[in-house]
């Protein structure tokens, strides 16, 4: 059972991060559970255990960026690890608050894990990320163009008839190379879309929202729910959309399809965000993506209530602000610059 902190003055630097390393592994793997969920709130009022915590994550996105670099790729190659761990310092900044060896032990625990991940693909597969408040264009061999959003990633898999790619987390916009030949999919969560040639957005969801928005500027693409482990065509829900046109799939099922403004279809590659009844859990995950301190809903109450509003990028820090005049909510700002979202009715 995991500790919820260290009522020592003396902390022990390496129970924090062991601890640190075990609650970051769990909730990579799934949501916390209730009884988790408030055992972690609890072991992340220590500041010393949010600090060890913080220190992972920012190791944790500079693998991800470093993964689909060329470095990353000669990483994967039998023996430069060694240099790799040699050279920690001057890929991450490591504090010298544990010095080398918790930068190593964390890369032991982690970083590992992403470089395999990876090594075992053909030629043909390629990962792609950005970075926090990132907004990236990739072209893929096919000529397919990619959009990434802030903190977000993809895989693709161009070996077998069909061109595959994964939305690992994040935000997508695609404008599919035509080709009848080699069908294109864009697997994401449960949710799969397969297009000709086309211009659509992904979006992959969040923890308390899991829900993947699929929406269509341009051509016509078949959206469908897959089942866990499911092989062969994904037909659950199957659903055609056009030009201005949106659905969510969650838990198996394709909602019904909404009108959109195709003209503002993925706006945010222009900075701009636009949301009309929409979950302010969408809003927070959307918004985290450009800002350095977390946005926190402070309970699954909150999750679902309905938002209409609108922001620019560079007004991410500011969101906040902006929630908290027009919606009943009352915010919390630590002195580490998260910030937690609470139910009006909050006493201070």
């Not at 913080?54 to 994967?76: C, H, K, P």
């Not at 061999?141 to 990434?148: A, C, F, R, S």
């Not at 879309?193 to 969040?206: P, Q």
């Not at 089942?227 to 019904?256: C, F, H, I, M, W």
Request: glycine share 8%.
């Amino acid at each position: 059972m995991m500790a919820t902190g260290n009522s020592h003055p003396q902390t022990d630097i390496r129970q924090t991060e062991a601890e640190a390393r075990e609650w970051f592994m769990l909730q990579a793997e799934r949501p916390l559970y209730a009884g988790e969920q408030a055992a972690f709130e609890v072991w992340m009022q220590q500041p010393h255990n949010r600090n060890a915590l913080q220190q992972l994550e920012q190791i944790d996105r500079g693998l991800a960026v470093l993964s689909a670099t060329e470095e990353g790729a000669r990483l994967r190659q039998p023996g430069a690890l060694l240099s790799f761990f040699q050279n920690l310092r001057s890929y991450f900044g490591v504090s010298p608050l544990s010095g080398l060896v918790f930068a190593c032990t964390l890369m032991l625990a982690v970083g590992v894990v992403y470089l395999a991940s990876w090594q075992n693909h053909g030629e043909s597969t390629t990962g792609y990320v950005s970075e926090l408040a990132q907004i990236r264009e990739i072209t893929l061999p096919d000529g397919t163009k990619v959009t990434l959003g802030g903190d977000s990633a993809i895989e693709t898999d161009f070996r077998s008839a069909a061109r595959n790619v994964k939305l690992l987390r994040g935000q997508a916009f695609f404008d599919v190379s035509k080709d009848p030949e080699r069908p294109f999919f864009v697997h994401a969560q449960g949710a799969e879309v397969r297009v000709v040639g086309t211009r659509f957005d992904v979006n992959a969801g969040n923890k308390m929202n899991p829900a993947v928005k699929v929406t269509v500027e341009q051509g016509i693409v078949d959206v469908a729910a897959r089942s866990p482990g499911q092989q062969g065509p994904a037909a659950t829900g199957k659903v055609r959309l056009t030009a201005g046109q949106q659905v969510n799939v969650r838990e198996d099922q394709v909602s019904r399809i909404t009108k959109v403004d195709a003209a503002q279809v993925a706006g945010w590659r222009q900075g701009k965000f636009s949301y009309r009844d929409a979950p302010l859990s969408e809003i927070v995950a959307d918004a985290n993506r450009y800002r350095k301190q977390r946005i926190v809903i402070g309970t699954p109450e909150l999750a679902n209530l309905r938002v209409t509003t609108a922001f620019t990028a560079d007004q991410a820090d500011t969101l906040v602000a902006m929630l908290e005049q027009s919606l009943p909510v009352r915010v919390f700002r630590e002195p580490d610059g998260r910030v937690i979202i609470w139910p009006g009715s909050v006493e201070s």
